[in-house]
C-alpha cells in the first residue's frame, strides 16, 4: 500500500468522504447515518485507509473503508470499498488484512461475506486473503439483481 495512508479505527469526521466513496461505487449505498451508528457501536469495527491531504476543509483523505459486525465468536464484514482513483494500490488488501488481525484480537473464529458474483477483483482479493467460497445467496443484490457469493475466512 502506498506508504502516505495509515489503517485506523473509522471517525465522525471521515464520515462525509466514506458516503461519497460508498455512494460512488454502491447502486444501493448507505447513508452518513448508517455508519455513524456503527462506528459507535462496540460489536463493530470500521477501518479506514487515511492519509495527509491538501485540501483546506479536510485534515486527512479517505482513500478506502471497510467495516464488520460481531456476534459471539464470529464477524460479517459490511463494507469494503476504496476510492476509484486510489485503486490498483494494495489498499483493499491491507483494509482486510487489518480488519482479519483486529478479529483475532476479538477471539473471532471466522468472518463471513457477501459479494457479486460477478466482482471478479473483489473474489481475487478475499481468496488471496484466506477467503474461501461456501455457498450463494440468490437473488442477494438488486440494483443490479444479482446472486452474491458467502464466503468465509476461518482465523483459527
Known amino acids: 500500500m502506498n506508504a502516505e495512508y495509515e489503517i485506523r479505527n473509522m471517525v465522525p469526521?471521515?464520515?462525509g468522504q466514506v458516503t461519497q466513496i460508498e455512494a460512488d461505487n454502491f447502486s444501493v449505498p448507505w447513508k452518513e447515518k448508517d455508519f455513524a451508528n456503527w462506528i459507535e457501536d462496540?460489536?463493530?469495527?470500521?477501518?479506514?485507509?487515511?492519509?495527509?491531504c491538501e485540501h483546506p476543509d479536510l485534515a486527512e483523505?479517505?482513500?478506502?473503508?471497510?467495516g464488520c459486525l460481531y456476534a459471539a465468536d464470529e464477524g460479517d464484514?459490511?463494507?469494503?470499498?476504496?476510492?476509484s482513483a486510489?485503486?490498483?494500490?494494495?489498499?483493499?488488501?491491507?483494509?482486510?488484512q487489518a480488519l482479519l488481525a483486529e478479529s483475532r484480537k476479538r477471539g473471532c473464529r471466522r468472518i463471513f461475506l457477501e459479494v457479486r458474483q460477478?466482482?471478479?477483483a473483489a473474489i481475487r482479493l478475499y481468496q488471496g486473503c484466506g477467503f474461501v467460497r461456501v455457498g450463494v445467496r440468490k437473488n442477494y443484490y438488486t440494483k443490479p439483481q444479482e446472486d452474491a457469493l458467502l464466503m468465509r475466512c476461518d482465523l483459527e
Open 118 to 120: 460477478s466482482n471478479d
Open 77 to 83: 464484514i459490511t463494507n469494503v470499498s476504496v476510492d
Open 13 to 15: 469526521a471521515d464520515l
Open 42 to 52: 462496540p460489536q463493530a469495527v470500521f477501518l479506514t485507509a487515511a492519509g495527509e
Open 61 to 66: 483523505t479517505v482513500a478506502g473503508y471497510i
Open 86 to 96: 486510489r485503486r490498483r494500490e494494495g489498499i483493499g488488501k491491507c483494509l482486510v
